[in-house]
């Protein structure tokens, strides 16, 4: 709702009440309505101030009315109404003017904020557009371009900035809804016709057209298949072009459009799960609620390799203290000199709340013995880490918290060679550590709720989305990459090229197809735990079955070729020069594939994009149902944000199960056991038992999943 309130002086105070961020709920649309005539209509009032309760001034749309029938008075006559008063309206904006909050303030004919306060239009993150007027008020109030920018990227911008462009009319550092009732005092009785954005002309460059073509190409570019930000460009090209009228039409087409494609649905769902996972659950019951981390003041990290760098950086950055050590002389060196000039660039974009921790180098294990929490990020060889969390154990007090950044072994066994295997979890990061989003908190069989707090909390102090995961081998996102990447290979020895396979994967979404993606990684990081796994290295027969079912040696003969992707300038693709990053077909691998498979009697045949989508991606999540059936995940949406975060599975598309769900389960099982049918023996295109009782069960949606699997697992 949104309370009236004369204050001295003839100035109408209405102030939005829906805690926590006074969201534009049907109640307080019909708030403002009412309480805007109550001003227009008392003739005491000469001005109207408009806040939020709380120091909030307005978060937006109540995404969770989204879902329902539409209720209430409709923002866009809403806001109309409010330009159209003659008497002068100010936003007094604290906290934040978000999406439809923001849309509201661009209604009202003054804008002022507070210096703290976040400004931005974000819908293009949940695949729609601002349309309550705003892709036609803004640009018309800070120019096209400007609105270009913040439109299509939904960033959230300082009040400085806002000042900058135009947005705002004042900035304090002091109570805005008092700097607010001062200003409006003093404009009472001033024409009010250039102040309503609705009748003003576009500010435009001289060249309109290359501009939005200019942009629309990046919006292509950075975001592959995604609608709203298309829609965006669209949209801004109307303000630019039509009257504001026509512009208006043109908003509510295009929003019309987007809100009922299923990509909006995708976005809003991505957003949710990323709420779902900070709710944390183990099988034994301790969850988010009930249990309590530990605050991590010093902490050190073994290993300064690519992944230990990250770390040590990211940890840093949360203001703790982090001792970093390295046994190899020349990487310790490297790293010393790297890590700082790391930390400075990561420092420098970001406003830090604390500044950042201090970094001691050190080559001596010893000189971990005082920290709380140490992350071991050696190389991934279950010899060498057991000998590390040995030797760990024997430094560190028993009330220091051992974690593991390793990419699938098994936590427990590392667990148990420790004094307090409770107090061991594992973190594991993504690469680069310091920029990705994304950590896997990995709960072995001993793990205390304590420890996974403490972990969770951990991840959070460090702006990651945390997601916990059960302790098996390759965890979540590595285990379903498994088959995914196994699929690739068996493409290319039945007849595809690297880029066939990456184009229909581009196509699809991902930024980069899987063999771009393993160039980048470096080929070698596969190759090691392809041989400490048994499956190649001296001694193992270069067949095309191993341990009992299919295998593709391809990988492995490439790394053998020396080429490792980027870092030595040849992997699946030829790069300028070692450490080069623009991909090139490479003659090479042609000749390559081409007798391989003359060497295995193989005949290519052409394989069209929608089989390589369907065997990379069925595959994949295939064992993401195997791994919510196990336990191994709480619920499709830790799944889907693991992927979306870590793994750059387009957003727009939800995340691996969700779009299971959008494709049918029943489509998905039915394309499985064809393709299982023609390759009997890869065990992964076997269709998961879980699926096929979910499409038994009617294949409910996503949203249900838990509950059917919880009431599988009871009666099972
Ligand atoms: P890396 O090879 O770049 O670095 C490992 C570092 O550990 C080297 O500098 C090495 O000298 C050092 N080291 C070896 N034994 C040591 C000891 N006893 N004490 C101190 N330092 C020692 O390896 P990378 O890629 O950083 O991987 C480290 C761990 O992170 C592995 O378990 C890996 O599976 C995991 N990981 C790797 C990812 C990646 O993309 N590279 C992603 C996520 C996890």
Known sequence: MATYSRLPGSVALITLQNPPVNALSAAVRQGIVDTVQRALKDPKVTSVVICGQNGRFCG?????????????????????????????????????????????????????AHSKALLGLPEVTLGLLPAAGGTQRLPRLIGLTAALDLITTGRHISAAEALKLGILDQVTDSNAVDLAVDFVRSVAGQPLDSRRLSTLACPCPPDVDSLLDKVMAQVRQRSRGALAPVACVQALRAAATLPYTQGMEKERDLMATLFNSGQARALQYAFFSQRVVGKWSLPSGANWNNSTGRTISKAAVIGLGTMGRGIVVALALTGMSVVAVETQEKQLAEASQAVPAMLQREAGRRSLATPPGVITFSSNLQDVSEVELVIEAVFENMALKLQVFRHLASVCGPGTLLCSNTSGLDMDQLAAVTKSPALVVGMHFFAPAHVMKLLEVVCGPRSSPEAVATAMQLGKRMGKVSVAVGNCPGFVGNRMLKPYLEQANFLLEEGATPQQVDEALEEFGFPMGVFRMSD??????????????????????????????????????????????????????????????????????????????????????????EEILERCLYALINEGFNILQEAMAAGPEHIDAIYVFGYGWPRHRGGPMFHAGQVGLGRVLERLEHHHHNHPDVPHLEPSTLLRRLVAGGSPPVQKWREFINKDRVHS
């Open 520 to 609: 980048l990684s470096g080929l070698d990081v596969g190759w090691r735990i392809r041989k400490e796994a048994g499956l190649t290295g001296p001694g193992v027969e270069p067949s095309r079955t191993r341990q009992g079912r299919r295998y593709s040696p391809l990988p492995d003969q490439v790394c053998e070729a020396g080429r490792l992707g980027q870092k030595t300038g040849r992997g699946w693709y030829q790069y300028d020069g070692p450490g080069g990053r623009v991909a090139r077909s490479d003659p090479w691998v042609h000749i390559f594939l081409e007798a391989y498979r003359a060497q295995h009697g193989l005949v290519a045949r052409s394989i069209a994009p």
């Open 60 to 112: 937006g749309a109540d995404i969770r009315e989204f879902a329902g029938p539409m209720l209430g008075p409709p923002l866009v006559p809403m806001i109309h109404a409010i330009e159209a008063v003659d008497k002068p309206v100010v936003a007094a904006i604290e906290g934040v003017a978000l999406g439809g909050g923001l849309e509201l303030a661009l209604g009202c004919h003054y804008r002022i």
